[in-house]
């Protein structure tokens, strides 16, 4: 039986193979622990259509703690599934939170009485120390007012907790050079379950290099959790390693670095593309990028064939007012650079900011069509629905606006955009938002037809994103029925 059991909680739309990236903070955790001699399990309800039984036969033996991790939204449902489900099978298991959101709310979040201790911050070094301290208590017999106490992890950096009736936050848990860790073990998951074809014939799967992001934009958690803009990565050479590490070990013609910004340092990332040059190592790589890079001739020759760029709007001020610091005109400009390289770009968008209007999201929708028509490789995300992140700017800015939101847990689980009230719009122009989220799925032509291998759904979806272009074209979006069956299809994708 497991000494710590880690449970990844499911999302929204969880699509094995196509949406279901690494469980990577648990791997990580996983990995260090199993390092200085625990036994771990990992428990991904998004691959587990049988995850209750998996962790009640986990169960069997008390582990010493089981971690939940999760961000704001669905996650903190599944989550509290999972952990009710503990509670039950052995009240005496204590209930570890982490991730995003226990990080911004972590008081907010040890309220709730399936929450027994919030790891705030990189959790690494805190689940390994307070795997140590509950060891050396015994507290395979503890509960949650047994042996979480101030003598037993007190002094255990990152975590905040209750004692006699009073949260006590223990000193900030600083972070850990990427160089200190352990390579991955990817014993602990099925890696199958995980290797993604994000165009046909590929099999990918995701590392990440670095950790932080210096940039300020004002809707991104990273500014608010500790350490979110500070940017640290492990050498070029570590880098190219795991790469080829992967690429044979689990026969991979293509790698997702899926870093916050891998391209923060730039003598950094051209490292890392002179090595592999110079190593012959032949993969498909792609990346997020802010759109004001260069060296893209190196990074084509290296093998980054894809980059994600957050565009985000197609209005410049409502660039400026989410703190975006680039323009319309350079999101245009960085599209035809990558045409000419050869790089195919997949840009983000969003949708429902505070302040904004309908006729700037129509611009923004506006400007995915220009940037598809502009380059043939180009793909757009959909219009993903802005939802306030506790503690940025921007939901600073929501609150003080009237923006009602959750005061605990079990509120912030069914949070979201489908529930955010977007008061600057009228019902009308808020239908039309809502809308825009499903059909823009299509709009770039190729992401919904390279998802699937029926050639009839994805003719269909080459005519529906050509219609949708159309619709653009001529600015007419009304008698829109098939927004429902995308809709259903969306719902019953698991």
């Given at each position: 039986?497991?000494?710590?059991?880690?449970?990844?909680?499911?999302?929204?739309?969880?699509?094995?193979?196509?949406?279901?990236?690494?469980?990577?903070?648990?791997?990580?955790?996983?990995?260090?622990?199993?390092e200085h001699g625990y036994s771990v399990q990992v428990i991904d309800q998004r691959v587990d259509s049988d995850w209750a039984e998996t962790l009640r036969e986990a169960l069997h033996e008390r582990p010493l703690w089981v971690g939940i991790s999760a961000m704001t939204g669905r996650q903190i449902h599944w989550g509290l599934e999972a952990a009710r489900l503990v509670r039950d099978a052995d009240e005496s298991v204590p209930i570890v939170w982490g991730g995003v959101h226990p990080t911004i709310l972590p008081e907010q979040t040890l309220a709730h009485l399936l929450v027994d201790v919030v790891a705030v911050g990189e959790g690494e070094m805190t689940a390994l120390e307070l795997s140590e301290a509950l060891r050396e208590r015994g507290t395979r017999e503890a509960g949650r007012d047994k042996n979480l106490t101030p003598t037993v992890?007190?002094?255990?950096?990152?975590?905040?907790?209750?004692?006699?009736?009073?949260?006590?936050?223990?000193?900030?848990?600083?972070?850990?050079?990427?160089?200190?860790?352990?390579?991955?073990?990817?014993?602990?998951?099925?890696?199958?379950?995980?290797?993604?074809?994000?165009?046909?014939?590929?099999?990918?799967?995701?590392?990440t290099t670095s950790r932080g992001c210096p940039f300020h934009c004002?809707?991104?958690?990273?500014?608010?959790?500790?350490?979110?803009?500070?940017?640290?990565?492990?050498?070029?050479?570590?880098?190219?390693?795991?790469?080829?590490?992967?690429?044979?070990?689990?026969?991979?013609?293509?790698?997702?670095?899926?870093?916050?910004?891998?391209?923060?340092?730039?003598d950094r990332a051209r490292r890392v593309c002179e090595l592999l040059l110079d190593r012959g190592i032949e993969v498909t790589l792609r990346t997020n990028c802010r759109i004001d890079y260069e060296d893209l001739q190196l990074f084509r020759k290296a093998g980054f064939r894809h980059l994600y760029l957050g565009a985000?709007?197609?209005?410049?001020?409502?660039?400026?007012?989410?703190?975006?610091?680039?323009?319309?005109?350079?999101?245009?400009h960085v599209n035809q650079k990558l045409k000419v390289v050869g790089i195919a770009p997949k840009f983000s968008f969003m949708g429902g900011f505070p302040t904004e209007t309908v006729h700037e999201v129509r611009d923004t929708?506006?400007?995915?069509?220009?940037?598809?028509?502009?380059?043939?490789?180009?793909?757009?995300?959909?219009?993903?629905?802005?939802?306030?992140?506790?503690?940025?700017?921007?939901?600073?800015?929501?609150?003080e606006q009237g923006m009602s939101v959750p005061q605990d847990l079990e509120g912030w689980a069914e949070s979201g955009w489908e529930h955010i009230d977007y008061s600057w719009l009228s019902s009308e122009e808020e239908a039309f938002l809502q809308k825009a989220a499903y059909f823009t799925f299509f709009l770039d032509g190729k992401t919904v037809p390279e998802s699937t291998s029926s050639w009839p759904l994805r003719l269909a979806a080459r005519f529906?994103?050509?219609?949708?272009?159309?619709?653009?074209?001529?600015?007419?979006?009304?008698?829109?029925?098939?927004?429902?069956?995308?809709?259903?299809?969306?719902?019953?994708?698991?």
């Open positions: 039986m497991p000494d710590v059991i880690l449970v990844y909680p499911r999302t929204l739309w969880d699509i094995r193979n196509v949406t279901t990236r690494l469980p990577l903070a648990a791997l990580y955790i996983g990995t260090v622990l199993q992890i007190g002094a255990i950096a990152g975590l905040v907790w209750e004692h006699e009736g009073r949260v006590i936050r223990n000193a900030p848990r600083y972070y850990t050079p990427m160089d200190e860790w352990p390579l991955l073990d990817y014993r602990l998951v099925d890696v199958e379950s995980y290797i993604l074809s994000e165009v046909p014939g590929e099999r990918s799967l995701q590392i004002g809707y991104c958690y990273l500014t608010v959790v500790p350490d979110g803009r500070r940017y640290r990565a492990e050498k070029p050479e570590r880098t190219v390693d795991r790469i080829e590490r992967l690429q044979r070990e689990f026969n991979l013609n293509a790698i997702h670095i899926i870093d916050d910004e891998f391209f923060t340092r730039r985000e709007s197609g209005s410049d001020r409502v660039l400026k007012f989410i703190q975006k610091d680039i323009t319309r005109e350079q999101i245009v929708i506006r400007l995915m069509a220009r940037l598809v028509r502009d380059n043939p490789h180009a793909y757009t995300t959909p219009v993903q629905l802005y939802s306030p992140y506790p503690g940025t700017d921007l939901y600073d800015y929501c609150v529906y994103g050509w219609l949708v272009r159309a619709r653009i074209s001529l600015d007419f979006f009304r008698a829109m029925p098939e927004v429902r069956l995308i809709k259903w299809a969306l719902a019953n994708s698991k």
